[in-house]
């Protein structure tokens, strides 16, 4: 069995539109004739080569320590531990987790490919994941926080100036957040499984930075 890990840390703003009734002509835009040049800043866990990718893709990979000393390494190792023994359960157990929302609530399978669980809140989570899936969500939460707050140095604004935005997000609770955890399980040649997780923060904001 091969697992790997894929932390993605992902924006995407609303669709919001602005109310018919505005007075677009009462509209003040101000705007750079060119776009300020990026401080040059080092955000955590992310390799220099990388720092662009987050800019360009509104994504980045991560860097893990190799030690278990490291926080987020051990919650990461624990949640793929916690994920092995919930994918490795009966059917029926599993579909207890099934929701009308598909693969964007609950667990979901596709015979012949895939089986994954999206967590999103503690109203559905297995006992089997709930400790780990805990853990890692403050762990990535705290990180998520710390990338924002560079980027926004980048900018030259302050850090909460963005942090704002993640930070309702940082801890798995029982309000149902855009934020989501989802583990997956997929079905290869004879007995090869993979194992990937995502945590995806979604930030739904105007631009009144």
Do not use: C
């Amino acid at each position: 069995m091969a697992i790997f890990t894929s932390l993605k840390l992902k924006l995407r703003p609303s669709a919001k539109t602005e109310s018919p009734s505005q007075d677009s002509s009462q509209k003040q835009v101000s705007r750079d004739p060119l776009p300020r040049p990026l401080r040059p800043i080092d955000l955590p866990r992310i390799h220099p080569t990388q720092q662009f990718s987050l800019h360009d893709q509104g994504w980045t990979t991560l860097s893990l320590s190799s030690s278990l000393s490291d926080p987020l390494h051990h919650s990461t190792t624990t949640l793929f531990s916690a994920s092995k023994t919930f994918f490795s359960l009966s059917s029926s157990h599993k579909e207890t987790f099934k929701t009308t929302s598909g693969s964007e609530e609950g667990w979901s399978h596709v015979s012949g490919e895939k089986e994954m669980i999206t967590l999103r809140s503690l109203d559905l989570i297995p006992e089997e994941l709930r400790d780990a899936a805990i853990d890692f969500w403050a762990q990535a939460g705290r990180l998520l926080n710390e990338i924002l707050g560079g980027v926004a140095r980048s900018l030259g604004l302050e850090e909460e100036r963005l942090v704002r935005f993640s930070e309702p997000g940082v801890a798995l609770g029982r309000e149902k957040m855009a934020t989501m955890l989802r583990l997956f399980r997929y079905e290869g040649e004879g007995a090869k499984i993979v194992a990937e997780g995502k945590f995806v923060f979604i930030s739904f904001h105007n631009n009144d930075w």
